[in-house]
């Protein structure tokens, strides 16, 4: 596809369910991060990786969230056991060079609602 | 640590008026850049213009501009014309390299456009 494509875009979850949010970045893209957005608030740094490394998780909030990106392409965030607190919009990025300053192009993000 | 600061939550334009949203920033280093980014309903980030802290000329996107103070730690935009279609949430967000390249975003402001 011609952006960077997210599923499902809405998604409910009983609290103590697992997720998982799917990102597919745009094709060629090296780097993919994700963004944790809270409501009224501005996107925060989740997880980063170039290609298929994983190389900051240091915006994960707790060991219940889990990132993949096994081929380097498609990347899979995991929440465990979701609490209430995980509610929020889900954005994925992706940047086609390594270059301090490449443009981030944005998904449309999922909004998980845990009730 | 590096912040980002938007101390304007709401702000409200007539159609075809200019309006200036600020951004300040807090860093150590002496590259970086500084973004724009307009979040409509539909939730995806868009880029509205980029600044690289090592150019002293401010960028400048057909209707959009910056007002670039690196002494001041000051990054404000600045939209001409305005239109219905403005009318979403604007972050500031910031980059100065390291392993990742991640993006620090600001708490974002709120443009309506009235017309």
């Known amino acids: 596809g011609a952006g960077v494509s997210q599923s499902p875009r809405y998604k409910v979850a009983k609290r103590g369910q697992d997720v998982a949010l799917r990102c597919d970045p745009i094709s060629g893209h090296v780097s993919l991060f994700w963004y944790q957005q809270a409501l009224g608030q501005g996107p925060e740094f989740l997880t980063y990786?170039?290609?298929?490394?994983?190389?900051?998780k240091s915006g994960l909030p707790s060991d219940r969230f889990f990132a993949e990106r096994p081929e380097g392409s498609v990347s899979t965030l995991k929440i465990q056991r979701t609490q209430q607190e995980d509610s929020a919009v889900y954005l994925c990025?992706?940047?086609?060079?390594?270059?301090?300053?490449?443009?981030?192009?944005f998904g449309n993000g999922t909004r998980l609602t845990v009730t | 640590a590096q912040t980002v600061t938007q101390s304007q939550p709401e702000m409200s334009v007539q159609e075809a008026e200019t309006v200036t949203l600020s951004c300040t920033y807090d860093?150590?280093?002496?590259?970086?850049?500084l973004f724009w980014y307009k979040q409509p309903p539909s939730r995806q980030m868009i880029l509205v213009i980029r600044q690289e802290a090592y150019k002293q000329q401010n960028a400048t996107e057909n209707r959009f501009s910056v007002n670039f103070q690196k002494a001041a730690k000051s990054f404000s935009l600045k939209i001409s014309d305005s239109q219905l279609g403005d009318t979403a949430m604007y972050f500031c967000a910031f980059v100065d390299g390291g392993a990742t390249n991640k993006l620090i975003f600001g708490t974002g402001t709120l443009l309506a456009v009235q017309p």
């Open positions: 860093t150590s280093e002496s590259n970086y850049y």
């Open positions: 990025a992706s940047s086609l060079a390594l270059t301090l300053g490449s443009p981030l192009h």
């Open positions: 990786f170039q290609n298929e490394a994983q190389l900051d």
